[in-house]
């Protein structure tokens, strides 16, 4: 398996602009992650799935940000309108029971918001 | 509630040298423990885990960790550092009737010539 993809790799917008992030997990996984990782914070949970849908999005910073997981293969990550304040690197990251909790990570999308 | 302190932000240790970083966690329920290490520019990558079992867990690259329940504890040890250890390591707990994994600050580490 390729693992968990993510596009793009590097993401550079102007302020105001709409950024979506894009991550495929790898098959057969049902729970996926979108994390956010900034020198300040740390590496944050924003949001994650199971089966598709939602069960935890208490970590998503506010409403400029969204999350869909229209399929077991594919998810995005929308921030609309983007802010300097939210740049940062985003992962995803999947799993599967048993293990739920053994999350595989994507590389990150590196966003830089101007 | 649930949470996970490195307290050590930098480590600088000599190749060669033997390495512990520790980490503590705060949980309700029986733990899930991992440990991952993050290159520049790299995701994440599982170095070992905890579920269940033997309180100490072998991982890859030469890794092994200890869960100590009475202190709360999952320390990273290594008994040798290579150059090519140089990186940040997370540690993380989960478990339970959620797939929340809640990460800890990490601990960066550089490796002396």
């Known amino acids: 398996d390729a693992g968990v993809i993510q596009s793009p790799r590097h993401e550079v917008t102007e302020m105001g602009q709409e950024v979506t992030l894009r991550c495929k997990p790898i098959s057969g996984h049902n729970s996926l992650f979108w994390y956010r990782q900034t020198m300040m914070r740390g590496l944050e949970l924003l949001i994650y799935f199971n089966n598709n849908v939602p069960i935890d999005d208490s970590g998503m910073p506010e409403d400029r940000f969204s999350a869909k997981m229209p399929n077991a293969s594919f998810s995005t990550l929308k921030i609309q309108p983007s802010e300097p304040r939210d740049s940062a690197v985003y992962f995803c990251?999947?799993?599967?029971?048993?293990?739920?909790?053994?999350?595989?990570f994507g590389q990150g999308t590196r966003l830089t918001v101007v | 509630a649930q949470s996970v302190t490195q307290p050590d932000i930098h480590i600088t240790v000599s190749e060669g040298a033997s390495l512990e970083l520790r980490c503590n966690y705060s949980?309700?329920?029986?733990?899930?423990l991992f440990w991952y290490v993050q290159s520049p520019g790299q995701g994440l990558q599982l170095l070992l885990k905890y579920f269940s079992g033997d309180t100490l867990v072998q991982g890859i690259k030469g890794f092994e960790a200890e869960f100590k329940r009475s202190q709360s504890s999952f320390n990273l040890r290594k008994p040798s550092v290579h150059w090519s250890d140089a990186a940040e390591y997370f540690c993380?707990?989960?478990?339970?009737?959620?797939?929340?994994?809640?990460f800890g600050t990490g601990t960066l580490l550089a490796v002396q010539p």
């Open positions: 990251a999947s799993s599967s029971p048993p293990f739920a909790n053994e999350a595989f």
């Open positions: 993380a707990v989960g478990g339970g009737a959620t797939n929340k994994l809640i």
């Open positions: 949980y309700g329920a029986t733990p899930y």
